[in-house]
């Protein structure tokens, strides 16, 4: 029963470097997101994808950049790396956008960028 | 478009009860409850859909009060286990169905 993948779990970066999330689900879902962890922000979106082949800018999509690769996955990008973006980074998905069985989020994954 | 919760932070002594309140400056289509517990994902905890709905498990429940845009999540007689950072979720009209999550109210249960 894994639910909802992500990797890695732990990323260190310089300014500039590039790097992608990888997020995969095994529940068939058909909506995914991802979502940035900021201490005392909550979390706040950064993109989605209501479906296999679109995907939508969030609150925050600035500097980051995502692919729907199947039904299974959606990989988040930072072309980059800026300071501002070290941050606890989640996936999770849903089966439908509305999410209404509620959102399954993966574990995280903690980037920092020195 | 972000809900405010309130209060930011509560510390309770095992057995006491608590309320978080989540509001909204727009309409609502639902409302999201999630527990997060330090260095874990967030949990779905319940959802509601209607206005005046009700909602709970074993000693966890919300409400949902439509006209005036708000949530409250209710636990009673705490335990150890309930404590971490409670997020509500909501989805206004504007949000194409996304959530848009609160910042958060962190629950400390102490013995």
């Known amino acids: 029963n894994a639910g909802v993948t992500q990797t890695p779990k732990f990323q260190v970066l310089k300014t500039g470097q590039s790097m992608t999330l990888q997020c995969a689900q095994d529940m068939n879902h058909n909506s995914m997101y991802w979502y940035r962890q900021d201490p005392g922000m909550g979390l706040r979106l950064i993109y989605y994808s209501a479906s296999e082949g679109t995907t939508d800018k969030g609150e925050v999509p600035n500097g980051y950049n995502v692919s729907r690769l199947n039904k299974r996955e959606f990989s988040l990008r930072l072309e980059s790396a800026a300071p501002s973006q070290t941050s606890v980074y989640f996936c999770a998905s849903s089966e439908s956008v509305g999410g209404y069985y509620g959102y399954t989020f993966g574990s995280g994954t903690r980037l920092t960028v020195v | 478009q972000q809900p405010v919760q309130s209060p930011q932070a509560v510390i309770l002594r095992e057995g006491e009860d608590a309320v978080i309140n989540c509001s909204s400056s727009?309409?609502?289509?639902?409302v999201h409850w999630y527990r997060q517990k330090h260095g874990e994902a967030p949990v779905f905890l319940m959802i509601?859909?209607?206005?005046?709905e009700q909602k709970g498990h074993d000693k966890i429940s919300a409400s949902f009060n439509e006209k005036k845009q708000q949530s409250s999540l209710y636990l009673t007689a705490s335990q150890l286990s309930y404590s971490g950072t409670y997020f509500c979720g909501t989805d206004p009209p504007s949000s194409a169905s996304k959530i848009i999550f609160g910042s958060g109210t962190r629950l400390s249960i102490r013995p």
């Open positions: 509601l859909l209607k206005g005046g």
């Open positions: 727009k309409a609502l289509y639902s």
